[in-house]
């Protein structure tokens, strides 16, 4: 990914700029999803579909065992076969081949252990081995070549570390190195590669941040860079290419629940901040990728509100304002600056948002609710170097600069 910038000044005190840039990526709504608007559904996808069902729509007494596919080139959704055992939610999921797999999750106060084969050609379901220890509920799944992998979760009586290989060949379960992290539950899981990733959920502790890596030769785990968000649990989480993504979910103070993306660079152990997800903070939301697109949808609101709305992301979308024409009398001084530097404005401020971004086009720092005519931006831990700013309100560019920080302090 790139970005690129052309700035240039003109008489009369004004700047016109020209950006265009595709590293945070790009939102599209969709169709509803075809269900109720529901918490902790499971998710897979096969080839170019994808599948969303089970979970809870209405209270911790009401559950789901519907299926659902999203056929992304007709946007729309079509109902299958019920999954075929008891309802419930905060089961895990993933997909193998051409098949897709559900397993253990709760009910009211029911632990299950079953694990069940959805075929999409013949629209059925086959029972499949039982995993072969307690009952969890809200362990990680995810799958690396024809092996599925589940871990971790709460087994009615505490929360676990094992970790657990299916061979899709032999049906059978053979348990492998635990997660090196501390027990949790709620935790996000993905693979890349031979590789998988488990990190975030909810110990006895508290929620956490860290991140681990699982190599599938070895057996062995090693810790990676903590999640860029800060500590969190029920987020959702897809893989595009070499690339792991987590976004929403629920985390800490000041606003619990979250609509910020995250890119995970497994060659660098990098996170960057992609584009907001763009529907309402929620978390229990469920995530899958189709090819190079990522979705989200579902999930429970702010205001207690069960969500079925659905969203696309691409990584490689482009976002352009063109000929942006500012008022310099929107300054930022002092500029160059050292510790920290203030922009002032002619505009009212309410709600407004001034993002900073680095020549590649990242967010590195975001300051939100700005109200008022001053806004009074700290360097922290920003390298020296150019940056630009992007002053917001009501998804109106307000204004753009040029930002240099420097090592050495304003006199």
């Known amino acids: 990914m790139n970005k690129t910038f052309y700035i240039s000044t003109v008489f009369l ?3 016109v700029a020209h950006i265009q ?3 945070q990526g790009t939102w599209t709504q969709k169709g509803d999803f075809g269900g109720t608007g529901r918490i902790n559904a499971v998710v897979f996808s096969i ?6 069902g089970l979970g809870n729509d209405a209270s911790a007494t009401i559950y789901c065992k519907d299926l659902w596919e999203y056929d992304p080139i007709y946007n729309n959704w079509t109902q299958k076969a019920d999954f075929p055992s008891i309802p ?22 029911i632990y299950y252990n079953d694990f069940w084969e959805f075929d999409p050609l013949s629209n059925n379901w086959t029972q499949k081995s039982n995993f072969n220890k307690v009952a969890a509920y809200r362990p990680v799944g995810f799958s690396i070549g024809s092996k599925g ?13 094992e970790f657990w290989e299916w061979d899709q060949l032999t049906d059978t379960w053979s348990q492998k190195a635990n997660f090196a992290g501390s027990p949790r539950w709620g935790a996000a899981g993905f693979s890349i590669g031979n590789k998988g990733y488990i990190g975030l959920g909810l110990s006895c502790a508290g929620l956490n941040s860290d991140f681990w890596e699982w190599n599938q030769t070895t057996n062995v785990w090693t810790q990676k860079a903590n999640f860029g968000g800060g500590n969190r649990e029920y987020v959702a989480s897809f893989t595009i290419g070499s690339k792991g993504y987590i976004g929403t979910g629920y985390g800490t103070a000041p606003s619990y629940m979250k609509k910020d993306l995250w890119e995970y660079d497994s060659s660098l152990n990098t996170w960057i901040q992609m584009a907001d997800f763009p529907g309402t903070e929620r978390d229990g939301a469920a995530g899958f990728a189709i090819g190079n697109k990522g979705y989200i949808g579902t999930g ?18 482009v976002t352009e304002i063109n000929d942006i024409v500012i008022n310099r009398s929107t300054i930022i001084f002092p500029n160059p600056f050292c510790a ?20 590649h086009g990242q967010t590195v720092k975001q300051i939100k609710n700005i109200s008022g005519q001053t806004v009074v931006l700290s360097r922290d831990n920003l390298p020296s170097g150019l940056y630009f700013v992007r002053l917001t309100q009501d998804n109106k560019v307000i204004a753009i600069d040029k930002l240099v920080v420097s090592d050495e302090s304003n006199h």
């Open 13 to 15: 005190g004004l700047t």
């Open 149 to 161: 992998y589940v871990g971790l979760g709460w087994n009615n009586l505490q929360t676990d570390t």
């Open 340 to 359: 920290q530097t203030t922009l002032q404005t002619d505009n009212l401020l309410h709600n407004a948002t001034l993002t900073v971004y680095n020549l």
């Open 88 to 109: 419930r939610d905060r089961a895990t999921s993933f997909s193998i081949g051409n098949k897709g797999y559900i397993g253990f999750g709760v009910d009211t106060s």
């Open 300 to 317: 429970l609101d702010l205001s207690g509100n069960y969500r079925k709305d659905f969203w696309e992301y691409d990584p490689n979308g």
């Open 47 to 52: 080839g170019n579909k994808g599948y969303l």
């Open 21 to 23: 840039t595709n590293a």
